[in-house]
């Protein structure tokens, strides 16, 4: 067994490639808050190629972490000098096992709010992006207003004098310092599944530097580019399986291997006044207008996600793949990608949309991954009204049928009671988990009452007409089950 570090790299498996360029000389140019399993298996693999290609050793990552539970990985990466594994698998069961080079330091706020605010502000970092998940950026769905709720940005807010540790505190912080030292500002890039995600993290920094600093934040509005993103690859969370699965089969010891999909896609918008890397030598699209793309992927692969995994729950499937591979669950999934999504998706330059769906279809079936439903079911409240409900929205008010989606919202509703059908116990992980349930707790007296819940369903949960239609399908999925309920909305 060999334990993963820069000294271990020669004597690593032969069937794992390494890092064949120097990382001794390879400098962070970009600062990533949110070092979890999908930067590592995106963002810092396009990067790792770049670096193979003998690509500017200038744009090394440098990762930050927000969260108390940020400290695990940072502890591990720096066990491991910031090298880890990527396992990417792909539907016939190919695996490629690759020792990603280009994270080269991490910082963790929680300790040392100074070393990462230094980083962001030294001219070199020329990109600070960003996954720090949907809720990272307090804008709230059903208004687009900037509404706070987690602890650091409260924090943040509260006293703007301390040294910052939320992701819009230390945003906040290192351009200060960049306008006060002259130094050009970073182009700052959101890689969060979000319809327009540059603007969404436009308007949370301003929104945060108009309650703390007015002058920096029309300082922000003026220089700082958000180039919104679109971006793909299924990446599970890391588990015990798969450090096992990596020790056995490659005699390779790392604390935090990252299993992915072999698919991969980033669509960038190309607005950076301080410089980028060659990204396109690498199979990044870089474009103008990036939102034919998002609207494409979160509208078929996110909003399918959400629609598979209540209903999966429901019926008792665990993974990903046991859906996309039901016959009647794939057909489902293609009725509403072609008769929901598709006629609210514009022109999407060289896309050939039934390709994609057919693909998508074949990646939900890709068992290799061995992604879970219940990690696609996880902060629904924050997912479904960022994927779904926009199509449901648009659906309805072109007075199309939407009793695919509204059955999607009934599951959902049942599957935050917590039982599955089979009498299994589910037990859902939200952020407004306590809020849903509150609203639930009336459906015996009020049927319907959980689309009063307004920061997810807004206006739509008063349509007459949808709340006719929910609480038929939470009947039938009570009376029929999901299994039988999909199979009777197939076309
Ligand atoms: N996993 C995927 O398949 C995938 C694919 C495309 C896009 N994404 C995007 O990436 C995000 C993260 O996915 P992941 O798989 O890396 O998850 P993860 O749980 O492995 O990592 C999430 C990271 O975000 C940090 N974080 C969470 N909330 C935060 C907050 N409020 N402020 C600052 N940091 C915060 C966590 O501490 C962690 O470092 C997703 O929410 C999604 O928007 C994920
Ligand atoms: O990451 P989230 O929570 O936005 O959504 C869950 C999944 O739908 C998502 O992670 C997909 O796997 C991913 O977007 C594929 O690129």
Redesign the pocket.
Known sequence: MVHLDAASLPRLDARVSVPGYDRSRVRPGIVH??????????QAMYLDRLLELGGDPGWGVCGV???P??AA?RDVLRDQDHLYTLLTRAPDGTERARVVGSVVAHHHVPDDPEAALARMADPATRIVS?????????VDDATGEFDPR?E??LADLADPARPPG??LGLLAGALRRRRDAGTVPFAVVS????PG?GTVCRRALLSFTARTDPGLSAWIEEHVAFPSSM????????TDALRSQLATRYGVEDGWPVV?EDFAQWVLEDRFPAGRPALERVGVQLVQDVEPYELMKLRLL?ASHQAMSHLGVLAGRRWVHEVGRDRAFSRFLRDYMDLDARPTLPEVPGVDLDAYCEELLARFGNEAVC?TLA?LAT?SSDRIPKFLLPVLRERRAAGADVRRMVLVLAAWSRFLEGRAEDGTPIEPSDLRLAELRSHLAREAEQPGAFLDCRPVFGALGQDEEVRAMYVAARRRLAERGALACVQELLR
């Open positions: 808050i949110g070092v979890g399993a999908f930067h590592r298996a995106h972490g927000v969260m539970r940020d990985v960003l996954t720090i998940t949907e809720g990272g950026y307090s987690d650091q940005t939320s992701a890689c969060d599944n979000m995600n971006v793909d690859r299924i990446t599970p969370a890391t992915a996110n992604d990690r902060d």
